[in-house]
């Protein structure tokens, strides 16, 4: 992000202190506007009318959301002021109420910072998914979401000169790769402008050409000469080894190597990589879902319990001397809320099971009431133990 | 009341229930619960959602034309306003999200881990001795503080002493100044203060709280009554803009009061003696002690949001954590419920709960079987029987208390 220095040098003397004087006064004015607006704060009246504004909780507005395949969307976002722009490859979270329930998912930005200032992320629904469903299918222009700022160090090195790329891309996770690729090589009326001279090859896996998401850009990418393309459709072609790939790219071992796709790919090449001493960037989508099982064990800050499947999480905690919140023990009053970072809890009244997974889960955890909630596997909870 | 129906002699309000009936009741009502959270979403999120955004505009709207309440319209539509939206803060949003009914929706602004009233209570304490205390023991004569705020006779079981003849002022002084005496009982101020007379120190722990408390009401007042009027003063409107936040208070103070007064108190809702709630009380038993030991208020919709859907009392207290918006929707069954188990389904109009509440509150006030066994002619003689109870030791009390409760329960004879 281009920062815009003030040199105080451009200044006359009196003018320089200025500034100072102008955040002085405007910080008395929040202040009265604090005492006001107690016991609410006065971004949450401003948030009724510019949700999008400086100081405001980051947001974002849909601008526009496109059909990729029949099951892919990409959905256009202008996000809020104090937005910290991103570099190619990096992540966005995205929160959004779903059935009014707020759930929160990483996605790849699929651009490289756009000129309009609108960031955009590519959505495959897929079956169950209730998050990815409801952004291809039921988000459209106008609705706010949530957003965290951009992250994630699956980017292209700073100085691109002096190396080869290998970009291993599986299903949807060719959506980082894309938006490295499209920053590289911007697309205009004209075609493709290559206005760098790469050498790219990108092998893409995928069950079947019409499910591909971006294979048009990536086929023209590659009539462009921009980038070598290299496709291997798992439905009629078969799976994909290492063999296979250091037969369809001999010069693998050259190459500085990106990975984005689903946990079994990558840990093949992972693996294979370490074992060659190369090195390996890679990205993943979703952690591997939490196990469930007759109770399990709970994390606290500083001790770890025992929590058998049938028994409230407060009771196995008190037990082990863990000094907890409580109030009603029934699951009425709500005074033995702590936050879930991670794992799976049952609801004890009806069987619900309650799921953390950290990256989906918003930072500040899934709020869980521990009277009512047995362990359903191994579950880390914000609480000092000690 | 005792709650358990085979104790010996048993002639309550449950008494035609077996074990077997209570549990199979508990059951039912879990189904209406269960049927709730399962189709618990986007519906009842775009209800919370559109009511806070409702009360933050009429907030905010109320203030703005507050600022020139110089002019009587204005002043009259500010303070009609700012009264409503106090009391939408309080009843239909800040109770029931504090009550956890909108955890669910995992959205950190409205959860009840970080809600925040307009109100001189601290969310905290209030959360402490109301989810835990009043909405646990709810009805609990001694257990339950909610039950006359521990400043009020509210059972004919409860002693009558001399300083009972002042409830009724006690309670109309209460309704003036509510949210204080919420603050107030929240902090248990009473049972402190007695601590304080036998020596004993208050805990860190409740001078901290009684501290937070200190800082919010100053905040509070802050607002409404230094900051608000103080802006209005460019309009040379301060004077009436402070009048229009006490009144907007005041008027809060009143309505909430009232409404909570229909919740529980009544005539014909039961309360309870601790001695006789059984040691494990089962789901099924804590459900009929809701259901008896509360009221609900019939009325329109508007009536239904401006009380929080207290007026839903029973489903409020059945099920403390659903979303106040389906109260309405599930009343038709539970009140089958109470159909099909025979037990009464509390239910009148506002005016009349809040005459039958209050009327509760002044019978109390004197010993049992006084006012049954008053009338026109005989008013006299009681009085002077009333200062002699009043005046005299304790074996003429004890003697008097004694020939006031069978007259009462001689003229409950001769009436029926």
């Given amino acids: ?386 | 009341m005792t709650i358990a129906p085979d104790a010996p002699a048993y002639t309550g309000p449950i008494a035609h229930l077996t074990r077997d009936d209570i549990e199979q009741l508990g059951r039912e009502l879990d189904a209406i619960r269960q049927e709730v959270i399962d189709t618990r979403g986007e519906r009842d999120a775009a209800y919370i959602h559109k009511v806070i955004k409702v009360q933050r505009s009429l907030e905010l709207g109320s203030r703005a034309v507050l600022l020139a309440s110089i002019f009587p319209p204005a002043f009259v539509v500010g303070t009609v306003g700012l009264s409503i939206a106090k009391i939408l803060d309080n009843m239909e949003i800040g109770h029931n999200i504090m009550h956890g009914q909108w955890d669910w929706m995992r959205d950190p602004k409205i959860h009840s881990t970080v809600w925040e009233w307009d109100n001189a209570s601290t969310s905290e304490g209030w959360k402490h001795s109301h989810n835990e205390l009043h909405h646990t023991y709810t009805n609990i004569v001694g257990k339950d503080n909610d039950l006359g705020w521990g400043i009020m006779r509210v059972d004919e079981e409860q002693r009558w002493t001399p300083s009972s003849l002042f409830q009724p002022a006690m309670n109309f002084i209460n309704m003036c100044i509510f949210e204080y005496g919420i603050a107030m009982y929240d902090l248990e101020l009473g049972r402190v203060i007695r601590q304080k007379k036998k020596g004993r120190r208050p805990s860190a722990e409740w001078q901290m709280s009684a501290k937070r408390t200190l800082a919010k009401i100053r905040r509070q007042a802050f607002k409404d009554y230094v900051a608000h009027p103080l802006v209005s003063m460019v309009t040379l409107s301060g004077p009436t803009t402070l009048l229009a936040n006490v009144i907007a208070n005041f008027t809060r103070n009143v309505w909430t009061h009232s409404v909570i007064m229909c919740g529980h108190f009544p005539e014909g809702v039961e309360t309870f003696e601790l001695k006789d709630i059984p040691e494990n009380e089962t789901r099924g038993e804590w459900y009929v002690r809701q259901m008896l030991g509360s009221a609900n208020i019939s009325g329109s919709k508007f009536l239904h949001v401006m009380s929080g859907n207290l007026s839903h009392q029973i489903e409020h207290h059945i099920f403390p954590d659903l979303p106040s918006n389906r109260y309405a929707e599930i009343a038709p069954k539970v009140r089958a419920l109470f159909e099909k188990y025979d037990l009464n389904y509390h239910s009148a109009p506002m005016p009349q709960q809040v005459a039958s509440a209050w009327h509760k509150v002044l019978r109390l006030s004197l010993p049992n079987g006084f006012l049954e066994s008053t009338n026109v002619r005989n008013a006299p003689s009681q009085a002077v029987k009333l200062v002699k109870a009043v005046r005299g030791d304790t074996r003429t009390r004890r003697r008097l208390l004694k020939e006031f409760e069978a007259a009462g329960a001689a003229s409950i004879g001769k009436a029926l």
């Fill in chain 1, 1 to 386: 992000m281009a920062e815009i220095s003030t040199s105080p040098a451009l200044f006359a003397p009196g003018e320089a202190r200025r500034p100072a004087l102008r955040e002085r006064l405007s910080r008395k004015v929040w202040g009265v506007a604090e005492k006001i607006a107690t016991p609410l704060a006065p971004a949450d009246y401003l948030d009724m009318f510019n949700p999008l504004r400086p100081g405001a909780d980051l947001r974002g507005r849909v601008v526009k959301v496109t059909p990729e395949t029949a099951d892919a969307a990409t959905i256009e976002i202008k996000p809020g002021a104090d937005w910290n722009g991103h570099t190619p490859g990096q992540y966005v979270r995205v929160g959004v109420d779903v059935n009014g329930v707020r759930h929160w998912r990483a996605y790849s930005l699929t651009h490289g910072p756009r000129k309009d200032g609108l960031i955009s992320i590519t959505v495959k629904a897929v079956p169950d998914g209730k998050v990815s469903s409801h952004l291809v299918r039921r988000l459209s222009p106008g609705k706010i979401v949530h957003l965290e700022q951009a992250a994630g160090d699956f980017v292209l090195p700073s100085d691109l000169r002096g190396h080869k790329f290998l970009m291993v891309t599986a299903g949807s996770g060719v959506t980082p790769v894309i938006g490295m690729l499209r920053n590289l090589f911007p697309v205009t009326d004209e075609g493709v402008v290559e206005h760098q001279r790469l050498d790219v090859t990108v092998v893409h896996v995928a069950p079947s050409r019409p499910d591909s998401i971006f294979i048009r850009n990536l086929e023209s990418l590659a009539e462009a000469g921009a980038i070598r393309l290299v496709t291997r459709y798992t439905g009629s072609e078969g799976r994909i080894d290492i063999d296979t790939l250091t037969e369809l790219v001999p010069d693998l071992r050259e190459r500085k190597a990106y990975a984005c796709g689903p946990a079994g790919l990558l840990d093949n090449l992972q693996a294979w990589y370490d074992e060659a001493g190369l090195p390996l960037q890679t990205e993943q989508f979703r952690l591997a879902t939490v196990v469930t099982s007759e109770g399990g064990t709970v994390a606290f800050t500083g001790k770890t319990v025992d929590a058998p499947g049938d028994r409230p999480i407060l009771d196995a905690a008190e037990e082990a001397g863990v000094l907890m919140p409580s109030g009603c023990r029934m699951g009425i009053c709500f005074g033995c809320v702590l936050p879930m970072k991670e794992g799976a809890v049952r609801d004890l009244r009806n069987g619900e099971l309650t799921v953390a997974r950290p990256g989906e889960t918003g930072p500040e955890g899934v709020p869980i009431q521990t009277c009512i909630s047995a362990a359903a596997g191994e579950c880390v909870i914000d609480h000092p133990a000690s």
